[in-house]
């Protein structure tokens, strides 16, 4: 069974960038059969998809439009893990973070709580 | 996007009794490969969503077998047959055949 562990800060300054990673263990992030997520939760937006990567001869990308232009996520094969940033942060960002892989869509990792504040 | 829309909100329960939360998807979660891509969390205070149900009706390993889901295309069921104290928390659905994965807002079950 895959087990995701999720590693990052939880204090950002307003306008900087987020930056979380998730190791997978389990799996390989290079699996053809498989695309890694990123979610995250607030009180006031509740659970929401942020966007993914997944390999299929190439890396592909999809992201949420709610972030689109701020967003990136990475995979890194020699340390079979995939990351997160999210660029020019605002209060509204402050919620926990989880990464998760598709298939059984579980378990999640452990979460992340990150707040934006100065 | 796929809104998902779970009812109620909240429920309270006796332990022992039944407990079933309803989710209707505005479209149908069938892909073409006849699977259904509907999925249930339990998520407990501090803690990630716990997979519950996947594909609609298969129940994850280590799940108690009082869990079931069932349906079809656009309306969905999670039930619990005999409701015990360690089931409270937020139960949620998640659709994942379109972009983007879109989440119920979540079914509170307490404990009368």
């Known amino acids: 069974q895959v087990q995701l562990q999720q590693s990052g800060p939880g204090l950002v300054k307003p306008s900087q960038t987020l930056s979380l990673t998730c190791a997978i263990s389990?799996?390989?992030?290079?699996?053809?059969?498989?695309?890694w997520n990123w979610i995250r939760q607030s009180p006031s937006r509740g659970l929401e998809w942020l966007g993914r990567t997944y390999y299929r001869s190439q890396w592909y990308k999809d992201y949420a439009v709610s972030v689109k232009s701020r967003i990136t996520i990475n995979a890194d094969t020699s340390k079979n893990e995939f990351s997160l940033q999210l660029n020019s942060v605002t209060p509204d960002d402050t919620a926990v973070y989880y990464c998760?892989?598709?298939?059984?869509?579980?378990?999640w990792g452990q979460g992340t709580r990150v707040s934006v504040s100065s | 996007d796929v809104v998902m829309t779970q009812t109620p909100l909240s429920l309270s329960v006796t332990p022992g009794q039944p407990a079933s939360i309803s989710c209707k998807s505005s479209?149908?979660?069938?892909?073409?490969?006849?699977?259904?891509?509907l999925y249930w969390y339990l998520q407990r205070p501090g803690q990630p969503p716990q997979l519950l149900i996947y594909e609609g009706s298969n129940r994850f390993s280590g799940v108690p077998d009082r869990f079931s889901g069932s349906g079809s295309g656009t309306d969905y069921t999670l039930k619990i047959s005999r409701v015990e104290a360690e089931d409270v928390g937020v139960y949620y659905c998640m659709q994942t055949p379109h972009l983007p994965i879109t989440f119920g807002q979540g079914t509170r079950v307490e404990i009368e």
């Open positions: 389990g799996d390989s992030v290079s699996n053809n059969r498989a695309s």
């Open positions: 998760v892989r598709d298939g059984h869509w579980g378990p």
């Open positions: 479209q149908s979660l069938q892909n073409t490969d006849g699977k259904t891509y």
